[in-house]
C-alpha cells in the first residue's frame, strides 16, 4: 500500500503540475499594467509549484519509506525538534511575506491614485443582465441620472434614466459596446442599478464589482486594438452566464470618428 | 499549565445517575452527548446525499444545458443557480460545520477528556434539534412558491433583499435567512457547551497540554463559532428586516429592479459583505480545524510516533483561529471597499500560511522514521495532508490583491476553496468515520471496501478540482449556469465535461461508504475494546462506551495523549491512563 500511495501521490503532482504548464491558459494581455500582474502571478507560481511539488513528493517518499515492515523494531521515539520548528517557521514567514511585499507595490499602482486629467471618462453601467457604456461628449461632462425616467426597454440613454433636461446631458453619447482608443488612459466610473455586477475584461486583467448606490473610479490602459470580451463576474440573477459585452479598441481616428458619427445620430 | 479542576464528581452526576429506557428519551430528545452526537452526524450525512446530488444536476447541467436529469427535469439557468445556493448552502453548514465538530465532537469531546457528558446536556439537546429546524426550514424553500432563493450561499444584497430581483427571492429567501439564523443560535449553543466542557470538565490529570489535538481542534472552533455565528445572526436579522419591515441596511436609494424603483435609501450592499465574512472566513477554520486535529491524532497513532512537536501544532491552531478573524477582507478585494485595507488584510493573510505550514511540516516530521500502518483511516490521514497542501497552495494568489484581480470569482477560487474547506475536510470526517466506528458501534468497517473508497475518492477530488485551476486562468467566471453565451469560454467545455465524468465516478464512489457504513453496523466484524492500540481515553472504555462513558469508574490521566514506541517499554504505546513513566520531554 506505500508503495502504492507514492505512486498515487507521485502521479497527480506530476499530472497537476504538468497541466498548469503544458499550455497557454492565461488569456493574451493588451493592458499597460497586465505584464505586472502577470510577472507576480509567475513568481508566486514559481514558488508554490516549488512548494507543492516538494511538499507532495516528501510526503509520497515518507510514506513509503516508513511503511511498517512487521518487524519488531519500534519507530523512534521523538516529540519534535524546536530548531527544526524555528527553521521553517521563520522560512515560510520570509517566503509569504516577502511575496506580499513584492506585489504590494502592483497594486498600489493600480489602485492608490485616480486617472490623468488627461484620461478619457467612460461611465460603465450594469443592469441586469446588460453593460451600458456612457460618454461624457465635448463638454467632458456626464448629465445626471435620475431612477425614476429609467426604461430598459427603450435601450440608450432612456436605459441609464439620463435626465435630457440637464444641459450636460445633451451631448452625453450611450454604447452598448465599449468602444476605446487605443494606449490613451481611460478613467472608469463604475456603476449598478438594481444589482451588484462585476466589470470583467481577461485581456485587461481587470476586475471591478459595480455596487449600487457607489460610483466607483477605475482607470486602466489598452494597448493593442481589437474586440475583447466583458464577462459579469458577480452572481446577479438568472441571467448572470450570459450578461457580457465587447470592448472595442480602435485607433484614435477610428474612435473620434466613430464618436463624432454617434454624435451626430443624435442631433 | 494549571491542574485540570472540577473533575467528574463535579459534573451534572445525577443527570447520569442510569440511563434512560424509553425509546423517546433515549434515541429522540436525548441528553446523552453520545446519542446527539450520532444524531448530528446523521444529520449530516442526510445533507450531504442531498448536498452532492443538487452538485450531481449543476455538472451535468453545466456541459448538457438541455438534458433531462431524473427528479429535476431539464435545468434552467435560474434552477441552476437555485442548486448552486442551496449546495453550498447545505455543505457548509450542515456538513462541514455539522458533522466534524457537532458529531464527533459531541461524541468524542466528553469521552477524551474524561468526562460522563457535556457540561449542559439539556443545552445540548436543544441546540442539535434547534439545527434540525433549521435544516427542515431550509430544505422547505425548495417547496415555496418561487422556489429556493439563487443569491449564492454568500448571498449578497441588493440581490437578496429585494423580491422582484430574481425567482426565489421571495419567500425562499426568508426561509433561507430564518434558517440561517437559527443555524447561528443552535452553533451558539453548542459553541458555549464545548467551551465549557473543556474548561470544567477534564479527568484529573489530564491538563490542557495533556489534552489530544482533537479537544485541542474542538475547543478552538467553538471559540471561533462562538464569536463568528453572533456576527451572521446580526446580519441575517437586517436583511430579514430590510425585506420584511422595510428598514435599509443594505439597499441604497435610487434602484431600479425589473423596471420598478425600489423604496429603499441609505443602505449599504458593502456592509452585508463586511458582516458575512467576518463570520465567512472563520466558518472556513470552522470546518477545516477539527479536521487537523483528527489527523493529527491519527498520524501519531499509526505512525506508531508521538506527535512531532505537540505546543508548536496547539499553538499553530491558536495563530490560525485569532489571524482568522482578521483576513476577511480578502473576499471583498474587488468590492469597492478601500484599497488601503487591502494592504492589511493581504498582509495578515499571507501572515496565516505560516502556522499552515507549521502543521504541514510537523505532520511529515510525525511520520518521519515512523512505522507506517496503513489502515483506511490512515490513508484518510494522509490525503487530507496532500488535499490541505493543494488547497492551501492556491491561497497566497488569491491572498494578493493583484494576482486576485484576474482570479477573483473564477474557477481558481471554486477549485482553492472546494480543495481546502470541502474536500480536505470531508477527508477528516472520513478518516474520523473509520476511525471511531468500532467505538461507536462495535463493529470494524470492511477494509477492503474502505480502502477502494479512499483510492477513488481522492484520485477523483483531484480530478475534479484540479482542473478548474487551469479554467479559472483562462478567465472562466464561477457561477454561471451555461458556457455557450461568453465565446471565450466555449473552448474550455471539454474540460467542463471531464470535470462532470469525474464528478459523476467520484460520487458513485461514495455509495461504497455509504453501503459499507450500514453493512457494517450489522455484520461487520466485532471490534476489540482498542482495535487500533491508540493511547487516548474513549479506548479505555467498554464498546460502545456505556451512558456515563467510563462504566462509573473516574479516569486518572498520566500523561499526554501521543506516547507511542516508547523505549523500554512493553508494547509500542502507553495508555494515558496507564501510570507507567514516559521520559521526560
Known sequence: ?267 | MTQAHGPADAAPATVHGHAPTGFIRKYVFSLDHKVIGIQYYFLALTAVCIGMILSLAMRIHMVWPDASIPFFGAIKPEQYLTLMTMHGTIMVFFVLTTAPQSGFGNYFLPIQIGAPDMAFPTLNMLSFWTTFLSFAVMISAFFVAGGAPLSGWTNYPTLSAIPMAGPGEGLGEDLWLISIALFCVASMMGALNFITTTLDLRAKGMTLMRMPLTCWSWFITAILGLLAFGVLLAGGILLLMDRNLGTSFFVPGGLVVSGVPVQHSGGSPLLWQHLFWFFGHPEVYIAILPGMGVASQLLSTFSRKPIFGYRAMVYAMMAIGILGFMVWGHHMFMSGMSPYSAFAFSFMTMAIGVPSAIKTFNWLGTMWKGKIRFTVPMLFAIGFVSLFVSGGLSGPFLAQPAIDIPLHDTYFVVAHFHLIMGVAAIFGIFAATYYWFPKMYGRMMNDALGKIHFVMTFVGAYCIFMPMHYLGMAGNPRRYSQFTEVKYLAPLIPIHKFITYAAIITVSAQLLFLFNFFWSMKKGKKAAQNPWEATTLEWTTATPPPHDNFGGVTPVVYHGAYEYSVPGAEKDYIMQTDPTPVPAH
Not at chain 1, 521553517?88 to 507595490?105: D, E, K, M, R
Not at chain 1, 444641459?167 to 452625453?172: L, S, T
Request: glycine share 8%; net charge negative.
Open chain 1, 1 to 267: 500500500m506505500g508503495l502504492a500511495l507514492l505512486l498515487i501521490i507521485w502521479l497527480i503532482t506530476f499530472l497537476s503540475s504538468y497541466f498548469f504548464v503544458a499550455h497557454t491558459w492565461w488569456p493574451h494581455a493588451i493592458s499597460a499594467s497586465a505584464p505586472y500582474i502577470d510577472h507576480q502571478w509567475h513568481l508566486t507560481f514559481i514558488a508554490m509549484g516549488v512548494v507543492f511539488i516538494a511538499a507532495q513528493v516528501a510526503l509520497g517518499f515518507v510514506v513509503w519509506r516508513y511503511r511498517d515492515h512487521g518487524d519488531a523494531a519500534k519507530a523512534s521515539y521523538s516529540h519534535g525538534n524546536n530548531k527544526l520548528e524555528l527553521t521553517w517557521t521563520v522560512l515560510t514567514a520570509i517566503l509569504f511575506l516577502g511575496l506580499n511585499a513584492i506585489g504590494s507595490p502592483i497594486w498600489a499602482a493600480e489602485r492608490f491614485h485616480s486617472a490623468d486629467t488627461s484620461a478619457m471618462k467612460v461611465e460603465v453601467t450594469g443592469l441586469q443582465f446588460a453593460w451600458y457604456f456612457r460618454y461624457p461628449g465635448p463638454d467632458n461632462k456626464f448629465g445626471r441620472t435620475r431612477p425614476e425616467l429609467e426604461d430598459a426597454s427603450l435601450g440608450g440613454l432612456s436605459a441609464l434614466g439620463v435626465d435630457s433636461a440637464d444641459p450636460a446631458a445633451k451631448d452625453d453619447v450611450v454604447s452598448g459596446v465599449l468602444f476605446l482608443p487605443v494606449n490613451r488612459e481611460v478613467d472608469l466610473t463604475l456603476r449598478a442599478q438594481d444589482v451588484i455586477h462585476s466589470f470583467f475584461v481577461p485581456a485587461m486583467r481587470f476586475k471591478q464589482d459595480a455596487v449600487p448606490g457607489l460610483m466607483i473610479h477605475m482607470h486602466f490602459r489598452p494597448e493593442q486594438t481589437g474586440d475583447y470580451e466583458i464577462a459579469c463576474a458577480e452572481l446577479c440573477g438568472l441571467g448572470h452566464y450570459k450578461m457580457h459585452g465587447i470592448m472595442r479598441v480602435v485607433s484614435e481616428q477610428d474612435f473620434e470618428k466613430w464618436l463624432a458619427a454617434r454624435e451626430a445620430d443624435k442631433q
